[in-house]
């Protein structure tokens, strides 16, 4: 198979992956669509350097993250006030509850605060990843995405529970 097919058998199994990280990074429709493009631009070029000490998804999202934190910093977007969508957020099925949605309201303004890497490891986590795959990902040690991790769930609580 040649490389053009691997690559877009790549895309294609991994479109999720690539949209939840440009949806987690962007505010709007547009920008999310250039940021995805982007991604796909940026894992083209490197594709040839993946060499498979990883997992397609772990490599994926490692571009992915990497191109949405420079393409934000490039360009100067506000890096702290970025609304999450609720539907990257996996909810139960509390559709209707008021109480419920006034807490999921105030969670997401909260995580908007977070500074871009926190958010990137709340993400990972949100997706059931281990800290060993965040750690790969995210070129932290295990120990630090749990230390890490531990301070963004805590840092929350606290100005949940205020």
Partial sequence: MEKKERFIGAIQQHQRLITKVAAFYTDSKDDRDDLVQEIIYNCWKSFDSFQQQSSLSTWMYRVAMNVAIFHLRKNKKNLRSIPIDEQLLNTPDAVGDDAYEEKLKTLQRHIQDLNLLDKGLLM???EDRSYEEIAEITGLSPSN???????????????ITQ
């Fill in 145 to 159: 995405v749990g230390t890490r991790l531990s301070r963004i769930r805590e840092k929350l609580k606290r100005k």
């Fill in 124 to 126: 990972l986590y949100l």
